[in-house]
């Protein structure tokens, strides 16, 4: 995994300074480095934050350490999300980790999105 201050210029440039009332969904989010950074960098009053991960482990690291407004258990390929539902979507070095037959993940981003979708790979 590239170091999260490496993408950090990059994803500060097109991520809006103020996510106060809207929604996020950090997908994949492992440690929720992101979800610390975008509480401690931005505006957020009455944002929702939402951590989505596949591994319990990284879930129950996040909610003791309260870096997201709430968390779901589920896959990167199969959100269990409203259509159209989320202001702002991230997928911080997830597409590398998934199979090229799946274009799921992207299909799924598109259709709980209604803002700004942002991915990015460990070269950006």
Request: aromatic share 10%; with cysteine.
């Amino acid at each position: 995994m590239t170091h999260p201050y490496f993408h950090h210029s990059f994803i500060n440039r097109l991520l809006p300074f103020s996510i106060s009332n809207k929604s996020l969904l950090d997908v994949d989010f492992g440690r929720g480095i992101w979800g610390y950074m975008i509480k401690a960098d931005r505006e957020v009053a009455n944002s929702h934050i939402i951590g989505l991960d596949l591994s319990i482990h990284y879930l129950n690291f996040a909610n003791y350490h309260r870096i997201y407004d709430s968390y779901i258990l589920a896959s990167a390929t199969h959100l269990p999300l409203r259509t159209k539902s989320i202001n702002i979507v991230l997928g911080i070095e997830v597409i590398e980790h998934l199979s090229k037959e799946n274009g799921q993940f992207l299909s799924e981003i598109g259709r709980v999105c209604k803002e700004v979708a942002i991915l990015s790979t460990p070269n950006i």
